[in-house]
Every structure is written in C-alpha cells, then in structure tokens.
C-alpha cells in the first residue's frame, strides 16, 4: 500500500463546491489542443525593459532577503505619492499603504480583517472568483447580487433592499473584470448614501484601475472622502507593469483598517519579494508617466479586436475598461456557454472564458469573455477564426 494512503485522513473541505478554477481549466486546454489562448487574463507579452533591468539590478545589489512587513518605504512612498496626483488622496506611507504578494493576497487579508463568522457580505455578479470562497473561509455569507448584459449596472434599490444589520461589507470592482464596465458617478452617489452613518466596509477592487478607455476616468474610491475612512482600495503591479507572473500589489486603507489588514498578512506571507519592490519603486519614481498611457495602450487593442471581429456573428458592445471584451454568440450556437467555450477550444482552436462562471445563479445570457492583452498576430489570428464561424 502506499504510504499516504494507508493514512486515510481526509479532511473536511471548507470549500466543497470549489475545483481548479476555470482559468487554470481553460488554460490547460488551450495548451492540449494548441489553441490560442484568449481566456486568462494576462499578458503575453513582457512589461518595460527597464523595469526588468532594475530587477536584475538589485538582485544583484544585496536586495535578496526580507522586505519590512509592510513593504519597501521607497515603494510605499512612490505609492502615496501616486495616490495623491492621481486620486488627491493623501495617505500615510508608513501606516495606510502595504505591498502584498499580488492583489488576491491583499483582497484575502482585507476580507480577512473585517469577516467574522455569521457577517454578510454583497457580492456583485459576475465577480471575480476569490470573493466569494475568502469571505465563506471566514464564516461570512455572500450576497450575490446580479448584474446582466450588456450593461451589468448595479441595481442600487436591490442593494438597499438586501442590507440588515448584520451587513458588514460591499465588495467592488472597477473596471469590472469580466464585463469591463466602470462605475459611474451616479453609483459613487448611491454608495455614499447607502453606506452613510451604518457600520459596513467597502473594499474596492481596482487592478484595472490604468485601462479606462475613451476619455472616461476612474472612480477610484480613493477619490471620495466620504468613502475613503471605511475603504480597502487593492491594486495590481502585475495588471498595470504586464508582469502578472511576479505576484505584487497593494493595498491602500486608513491606518486603523490597515492595522488589522497587516495582523492578517503576517501571518500569511510576511512580506512580498524584496527586489521587485526596489525595481518598482526605481520605475515609479523614473516613469511616472507608464500607467497614464496603459489606457491608450489598451484601448488601441481592443479597438483592434472589435474592428476585426466586426463581419463575425458575434454581438458585442466595446469594453469601457480592463482588458476583456465580452461577446453574446447567441446567433452563433444555443449552446450554453461553457459547453460553448469547449468547442470552441477543441474545434475552432481559440480559447475563451464562459461568463456564467462568474454568477452564484447564472442569469439566461449567452456571453463568453475574451482577453484582448494579446500580441496583434495573436489578435489577428484569433479573429480570422472567429468570423469563420
Ligand atoms: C478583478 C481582479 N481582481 C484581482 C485580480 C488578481 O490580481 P493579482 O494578479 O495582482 O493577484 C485579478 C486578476 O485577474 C482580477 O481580474
């Protein structure tokens, strides 16, 4: 018998309804049947030069050994600095900012630091799939409030409705990854007056916070005072420097909040890796003007994608943020859309994400996500096989 099994401890899973992400499913299959893999949402091609030299730099200038728990200060400092010209949000270096090994371990430490068992939580579907599994790791129960196509607004009444004292968090996300809808300053009103004078928190996802297109701006809620003193804000380095594979975020929130926040994060990973925080910090202070061109850089590839998939018989509005653009097939096939999203992998060979993967209770929608942070010929191929079908 082999050893482990002659153990037989299985545990009980605290996640039971959850298996290998679609992401990583999708992914997986694109590499068996070679086929072009517009379904993950990263990059396939590398961030700055210069960047990466700095890496290098001090990797090999003595930076190999553990960052302070909150973070470099030289980072945290071009953070603060970055907030303020951007969101004229003035934060505290040393006690609001803390860099963390990607956003999802700044979103897990900041559900972490508010959930405690028998707390609600909103949730706006489709949402990003660690949201839901952090808050229930943590004895919270999710509300999942649905947003539908095309537009995906959220539905302020039904959010009012929904809230009772046991209501502790609202979970944001702008640019909304799938849908790459942003919030509008009407929703900005709403949540103001929603969360006015009530114990709740917000925590606000904003990786794609430098991918806004045609001329919109980012409500960051960084830029609301009346937000701000009850607001986790998370950020992505690897979205906005196209280095997803580094693992590196932050996280911006009032020293009170951030102080429970870092108890969390202690105790998970300590601190993030030391030389890219160096390398970022050196990049930030040297290029301050990267992240305000990523919108341009995005919006000249999803205007690609769009324009070739324009003769296809997919339906689709263009993506106001992030780097996805959705696309109803429903004049293609009746399929539903993960069947979908297979065949079209095995048989059309491009790799795509079903939407319905995003919702507790898929709404009747046939919609599948395709992320357009791709090379051009990667683009152009795809596409040519798009409008074949
Ligand atoms: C909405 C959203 N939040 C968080 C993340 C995670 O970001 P990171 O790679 O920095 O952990 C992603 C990555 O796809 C995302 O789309």
Redesign the pocket.
Known sequence: MHFFESLAMIPVSKLPDSGTTIFTVMSALAEKHQAINLSQ?FPDFDGPEALRKRVSWHLDHGHNQYAPLAGVAELREQIAAKVEILYGARVDPATEVTVTP???EA?FCAISAVIHPGDEAIVFDPA?DTYDPCIRLNGGIVHHIPMVYPDFRIDWQRVADSINDRTRLIML?SPH?PSGSLLSEEDIDALKELVAGRNMYLIS?E?YEHIVFDGQAHQSLLRHPELTSRTFAVS?F??TYHA?GW?I?YCVAPARLMAEFLKIHQFINFSTNTPMQYALADFMRDSPEFPTQLGAFYQARRDLFCGLLEPSRFRFTPSSGSFFQLADYSTISNQPDTEFALHLTREHGVAVIPVSVFYREPPDQQVIRFCFAKGEDTLRQAAQRLIAL
Do not use: F, H, P
């Open positions: 949402g990607g956003a999802t979103l990003y996300n990854n996802d990786v992505s690897g979205k997803t693992r975020g």
